[in-house]
């Protein structure tokens, strides 16, 4: 199985802040990353597939990159909205899986 | 607009059985590969299988947690899936979700809440 690790486990942020997130895949999975976003009690949220591509209706300071191991999901000016739980999912192979979370929390 | 609408979920004691489904509407159900994610209280989302189309063989993919207890079935003529669960364990415990899709999950359902205590 693939394994997805995401870093950091929390980030504080602040309005206005600049916020990038990583996720390391355990092999090489091309560009079939997907990110999320999660909000307490509420079902995710596709934001970016394919490891860059926006979701349709996903403002666009959300942006992903990466391909092979590596890929980042930026977010260029936090909005109060923005402060949720991101996940990443690798798409390459069956089982799907998804990296532990980032919580995005006011700093 | 595509909806998904889980149901079937509950408290149900450690041996038990339970079977969840999930009404989709706003898609070509009958082509779609679906998909079944949980995640347990405060933890992150767990793939738990998916099934394909009928075209293509509806055959059906595990995680490992779960295979050979649960199984994932379809009825295209209802646009329903399901997900008949048996031998639960308390770390069954967890609002599971119906996806559809096999791959990226554009498309959520509220989901339903199992709860496996005796």
């Known amino acids: 199985d693939i394994q997805m690790t995401q870093s950091p486990s929390s980030v504080p942020a602040s309005v206005g802040d600049r916020v990038t997130i990583t996720c390391r895949a355990s092999?090489?999975?091309?560009?079939?990353l997907a990110w999320y976003q999660q909000k307490p009690g509420k079902a995710p949220k596709l934001l970016i597939y394919?490891?860059?591509t926006l979701q349709s209706g996903v403002p666009s300071r959300f942006s992903g990159s990466g391909s092979g191991t590596d890929f980042t999901l930026t977010i260029s000016s936090l909005q109060p909205e923005d402060f949720a739980t991101y996940y990443c999912?690798?798409?390459?192979?069956?089982?799907?899986?998804f990296g532990g979370g980032t919580k995005v929390e006011i700093k | 607009e595509v909806q998904l609408v889980e149901s079937g979920g509950g408290l149900i004691k450690p041996g038990g059985s339970l079977r969840l489904s999930c009404v989709a509407s706003?898609?070509?159900?009958?082509?779609?590969?679906l998909t079944w994610v949980r995640q347990a209280p405060g933890k992150g989302l767990e793939w738990v299988g998916r099934?394909?189309?009928?075209?293509?063989?509806?055959?059906?993919d595990y995680a490992e947690p779960v295979k050979g207890r649960f199984t994932i079935s379809r009825d295209d003529s209802k646009n329903t899936l399901y997900l008949q669960m048996n031998s639960l364990k308390a770390e069954d415990t967890a609002v599971y979700y119906c996806?559809?899709?096999?791959?990226?999950?554009?498309?959520w359902g509220q989901g339903t809440l199992v709860t496996v205590s005796s």
């Open positions: 394919a490891a860059s």
């Open positions: 092999q090489g999975i091309s560009s079939w």
């Open positions: 706003g898609f070509t159900f009958s082509n779609a590969w």
């Open positions: 099934i394909k189309s009928k075209t293509d063989g509806e055959t059906t």
């Open positions: 996806l559809s899709s096999g791959w990226y999950f554009d498309s």
């Open positions: 999912q690798q798409a390459s192979s069956f089982p799907l899986t």
